[in-house]
């Protein structure tokens, strides 16, 4: 089992988050301890997003924009599918802003729907996520 950056890696349909991640400076965090979990956007949910967008937020004048938006996929704690499964939670996430969690119709995440859950890493749990979680303020 490896950690949630070489678990991403390793998936080959998280690129766009990989390169995000390590433009945001983050490799090291989600490599740390945890444990974490992780709403993974797949690469197809940042092709959602409008042309130009992803190139953008990882210029290195933006990073502190791409670290807010990435740090809000993230809880600083392990929360598996079935801990939500017929529930409504609002969990913090990193970046201090809370998450909108619906679980009572497969899950939903601020918007998002968890097509893939429970993908278990050394240091937390990763699901994937259709679209990407943008910060509301």
Same mark, same amino acid.
């Given at each position: 089992?490896?950690?949630?950056?070489?678990?991403? #890696?390793?998936?080959?349909?998280?690129?766009?988050? #990989?390169? /995000?991640?390590?433009?945001?400076?983050? !490799?090291?965090?989600?490599?740390?301890?945890?444990?974490?979990?992780?709403?993974?956007?797949? =690469? =197809?949910?940042? %092709?959602?997003?409008? /042309?130009?967008?992803?190139?953008?937020? #990882?210029?290195?004048?933006?990073k502190p924009k791409l670290t807010k938006i990435l740090t809000l996929h993230?809880?600083? /704690?392990?929360? &598996? %599918?079935? =801990? $939500?499964?017929?529930?409504? &939670?609002?969990?913090a996430s990193v970046s201090g802003e809370t998450l909108d969690v619906d +679980?009572?119709?497969?899950?939903? !995440?601020?918007?998002?729907? $968890?097509?893939?859950? =429970?993908?278990?890493?050394?240091? +937390? #749990?990763?699901? $994937?996520i259709d679209t990407v979680i943008m910060p509301k303020g």
């Open positions: 089992m490896h950690d949630i950056v070489d678990t991403a #890696v390793a998936a080959g349909s998280f690129k766009t988050l #990989v390169a /995000a991640v390590t433009a945001a400076g983050l !490799v090291d965090t989600l490599k740390g301890d945890g444990p974490f979990t992780v709403f993974a956007p797949s =690469d =197809d949910a940042f %092709a959602k997003l409008p /042309a130009g967008t992803v190139e953008d937020l #990882v210029k290195p004048e933006n993230v809880i600083p /704690a392990k929360v &598996m %599918a079935a =801990d $939500v499964a017929g529930k409504k &939670m609002s969990p +679980g009572s119709n497969g899950v939903m !995440v601020s918007g998002a729907k $968890v097509t893939s859950a =429970d993908i278990e890493c050394t240091n +937390g #749990v990763i699901h $994937v």
